[in-house]
């Protein structure tokens, strides 16, 4: 098993920043890819960023490019998601997530491609 726990969700002024934080604890060892998908009411889960854990290769949507940057820290288990120039469209449940080696892409960029889930973190953003 591999537990997930994101952090640091708020509410944010219009083009404001914020970084959200997400722990991995477990099997961690097993972790090929971690992703940062979203999701609001009403609305289907949304791809926002992912990381390759060896080599640390990054892959974003189109919404999040030139605005949000995913990084990691090895020693902590720990991805992260610095989050700039904020836009009501922003606002969502953002959630973290783990891929296995066995994921279909080199790029997992589909809920499907991914084994393990955080609860998720809400950020709000008022405009």
């Known amino acids: 098993q591999v537990q997930l726990v994101e952090s640091g969700g708020g509410l944010v002024q219009a083009g404001g920043s914020l970084r959200l934080s997400c722990a991995a604890s477990?099997?961690?060892?097993?972790?090929?890819?971690m992703g940062w998908f979203r999701q609001a009411p009403g609305k289907e889960r949304e791809f926002v960023a992912l990381?390759?854990?060896?080599?640390?290769?990054?892959y974003y949507a189109d919404s999040a490019k030139g605005r949000f940057t995913i990084s990691r820290e090895n020693a902590k288990n720990t991805v992260y998601l610095e989050m700039s120039s904020l836009k009501s469209e922003d606002t969502a449940v953002y959630y973290c997530?783990?891929?296995?080696?066995?994921?279909?892409?080199?790029?997992?960029?589909?809920?499907?491609?991914?084994?393990?889930w955080g609860q998720g973190t809400q950020v709000t953003v008022s405009s």
């Open positions: 997530s783990a891929a296995l080696p066995s994921a279909s892409s080199w790029f997992p960029k589909t809920p499907r491609d991914y084994d393990y």
């Open positions: 477990g099997r961690t060892s097993s972790i090929y890819a």
């Open positions: 990381i390759i854990w060896k080599g640390g290769i990054t």
